[in-house]
């Protein structure tokens, strides 16, 4: 499947004391990221990667993305940009050894709860690890991915919201008095009943 952001690392290319790679989204990449997420823009995205062989056949993941992206302020409707920075760590494994793992991880878990696992078959406590297909891993997919989880869904710009409800405040303090206004010209012509009847006879 074609991504925005894809960068192919392969397993097999990563040596045992690991890879560092940095990739940095290009102009049409950026706009087609910013499609994806349904922002005004994105500026500038990158990701710098740590990573390293995992249970031989596996790979462990660790990055930092950067990203320039503009949003729309829900209060203002006004254009904000935004500075992220958001770390992650992924553990990926092919899936014959990822059916294996979970197997493994369901026994020790239930030993632990029961109070009778060893030490020794207890697995690293990680999250689930995510596939691994044909041993290659898309870092750029990944990272995009992260970028998603990290935009704000309900971006303000700052003071906006206090500004709003000050606007809000105001209106409804003229529409009490407005009101007020009425009732006791209402009241007023309840208080006289003839008064109507008076002001045509004036005509």
Same mark, same amino acid.
């Given at each position: 499947?074609? =991504?925005?952001?894809?960068?192919?690392?392969?397993?097999?290319? /990563?040596?045992?004391? @690991?890879?560092? /790679? #940095? *990739?940095?989204?290009?102009?049409?990449?950026?706009?087609?990221?910013?499609?994806?997420?349904?922002?005004?823009? /994105?500026?500038?995205?990158?990701?710098? %990667?740590?990573?390293?062989?995992?249970?031989?056949?596996?790979?462990? /993941?660790?990055?930092?993305?950067?990203?320039?992206?503009?949003?729309?302020?829900?209060? #203002?409707?006004?254009?904000?940009?935004?500075?992220?920075?958001?770390?992650?760590?992924?553990?990926?494994? $092919?899936?014959?050894?990822?059916?294996?793992?979970? #197997?493994?991880?369901?026994?020790?878990?239930?030993?632990?709860?029961? @109070?009778?696992?060893?030490?020794?078959?207890?697995?690293? !406590?990680?999250?689930? $690890?995510?596939?691994?297909?044909?041993?290659?891993?898309?870092? @750029?997919?990944? %990272?995009?991915?992260?970028?998603?989880?990290?935009?704000?869904?309900?971006?303000?710009?700052?003071?906006?919201?206090?500004?709003?409800? !000050?606007?809000? #405040? *105001?209106?409804? !303090? =003229?529409? =009490?008095?407005?009101?007020?206004?009425?009732?006791?010209? @209402?009241?007023?012509?309840?208080?006289? $009943?003839? %008064?109507?009847?008076?002001?045509?006879?004036?005509?």
């Amino acid at each position: 499947m074609e =991504t925005e952001f894809s960068r192919i690392v392969k397993a097999a290319n /990563v040596p045992p004391h @690991g890879l560092h /790679v #940095t *990739e940095t989204a290009n102009v049409e990449e950026c706009q087609a990221l910013a499609e994806r997420y349904m922002i005004e823009a /994105v500026k500038h995205f990158e990701v710098a %990667a740590d990573i390293r062989q995992w249970r031989k056949q596996g790979l462990h /993941v660790k990055a930092l993305i950067k990203a320039d992206i503009v949003q729309t302020c829900i209060v #203002t409707l006004e254009a904000m940009e935004n500075n992220i920075e958001e770390r992650f760590e992924v553990f990926m494994l $092919p899936e014959n050894m990822l059916a294996s793992y979970l #197997t493994k991880a369901n026994k020790a878990s239930k030993a632990d709860k029961a @109070g009778k696992a060893d030490k020794a078959e207890l697995i690293e !406590d990680l999250d689930m $690890p995510d596939l691994l297909v044909d041993g290659r891993c898309d870092i @750029g997919e990944l %990272a995009a991915q992260y970028l998603s989880l990290a935009l704000d869904p309900y971006p303000r710009k700052q003071g906006a919201q206090s500004a709003y409800l !000050d606007s809000m #405040t *105001e209106d409804n !303090d =003229t529409i =009490t008095e407005d009101n007020r206004e009425q009732a006791e010209s @209402g009241a007023q012509d309840k208080s006289h $009943p003839f %008064a109507m009847l008076a002001k045509l006879k004036r005509k």
